[in-house]
């Protein structure tokens, strides 16, 4: 069992950063792959950006390229999600996720491979 907890979240105007954090606990987080997630209001979850087991590989989405940069700190058992630029589109709730499987590059977009979830953060930015 993994538990996750994420932070950071909170109200930004538009062209503002915010750092997200999601910590670990319960397992080895070195052994699972960890992404983001967000869900805005009326909408699906869509996958955000993904980091490989040691960091070395990341993942972003095409509307946050640029924009967001993931990262992890396995001392500290943390995944970040930094994000600059922010755009009034990108208010929702941001979810932290790890899965423990052997996942492709093509499966870390795809939530139904995560087992662990955070509760999730509110982010909203005001244009």
């Known amino acids: 069992q993994v538990q996750l907890v994420e932070s950071g979240g909170g109200l930004v105007q538009a062209g503002g950063s915010l750092r997200l954090s999601c910590a670990a606990s319960?397992?080895?987080?070195?052994?699972?792959?960890a992404a983001w997630f967000r869900q805005a209001p009326g909408k699906e979850r869509e996958f955000v950006a993904a980091i490989s087991r040691t960091g070395v590989n990341t993942y972003h989405t095409d509307s946050v390229r640029g924009r967001f940069t993931i990262s992890r700190d396995n001392a500290k058992n943390t995944v970040y999600l930094q994000m600059n630029s922010l755009r009034p589109e990108d208010t929702a709730v941001y979810y932290c996720?790890?899965?423990?499987?052997?996942?492709?590059?093509?499966?870390?977009?795809?939530?139904?491979?995560?087992?662990?979830w955070g509760q999730g953060t509110q982010v909203t930015v005001s244009a």
């Open positions: 319960g397992r080895t987080f070195s052994n699972y792959h």
């Open positions: 996720a790890a899965s423990a499987y052997v996942l492709t590059p093509s499966q870390l977009y795809d939530e139904v491979k995560y087992t662990y």
